[in-house]
C-alpha cells in the first residue's frame, strides 16, 4: 500500500485577533498559512510545529483542530489547527522557501492567496463549524 501524504498548518493569531501569513519564495510568491508535508515518523501535530518554527522562527502550542482537508489530485490529508505563539515573539523569515511572515486582518488579506488559504482560515474562525472533513478542489487564485 503506498504512503498517504499529509500535511498540516498552523493559524496562529495575534493579541488583535490578526492571522499569520506567510509569503512562498516559489511558485506565485503567494501568501499562505505557515505549514507543510509531513516527515516520516510525525504526526500532523508534530508537523505544524516544525513548520512554523522552520519558517517563522516560532515555537508554537498546538490546540484545537480546526478542519481536514483531503485534496484528491495528491491523495493528500491537510490539518489545520488552532496554534498559539509560546513566547508572543516576532515572526521572521527562518526559511529559503519564505521571503515574508506578517499577521494580516482577516479582513484585508494579501494576495495572491489561494481560495484553499482563505478557507482554511474562515473555518478556522467559525465556531460554529459542523463539519471537520472538507474535500478541496484545485486551487482558485484570488489576485
Known amino acids: 500500500m503506498p504512503n498517504k501524504l499529509l500535511g498540516a498548518a498552523a493559524i496562529i493569531l495575534?493579541?488583535?485577533g490578526r492571522v499569520l501569513?506567510?509569503?512562498?519564495?516559489?511558485?506565485k510568491n503567494n501568501w499562505d498559512l505557515p505549514g507543510g508535508k509531513s516527515e516520516k515518523n510525525e504526526s500532523a501535530e508534530e508537523t505544524a510545529k516544525r513548520e512554523v518554527l522552520e519558517e517563522t522562527g516560532l515555537e508554537v502550542t498546538v490546540e484545537q483542530l480546526t478542519g481536514i482537508y483531503y485534496d484528491p489530485s495528491?491523495?493528500?490529508h491537510h490539518f489545520v489547527f488552532i496554534?498559539?505563539?509560546v513566547h508572543n515573539q516576532e515572526p521572521i523569515p527562518?526559511?529559503?522557501?519564505?521571503?515574508a511572515c506578517k499577521y494580516y486582518s482577516i479582513d484585508d488579506?494579501?494576495?495572491p492567496i489561494s481560495d484553499f488559504?482563505?478557507?482554511?482560515?474562515q473555518d478556522a474562525l467559525n465556531n460554529d463549524r459542523q463539519h471537520?472533513?472538507?474535500v478541496i478542489g484545485p486551487r482558485q487564485w484570488m489576485e
Open 14 to 16: 495575534d493579541a488583535e
Open 21 to 27: 501569513l506567510v509569503k512562498h519564495s516559489y511558485g
Open 74 to 76: 495528491n491523495d493528500m
Open 83 to 85: 496554534s498559539n505563539n
Open 94 to 99: 527562518s526559511s529559503p522557501e519564505i521571503l
Open 109 to 111: 488579506l494579501p494576495k
Open 117 to 121: 488559504t482563505y478557507n482554511r482560515i
Open 132 to 134: 471537520l472533513f472538507h
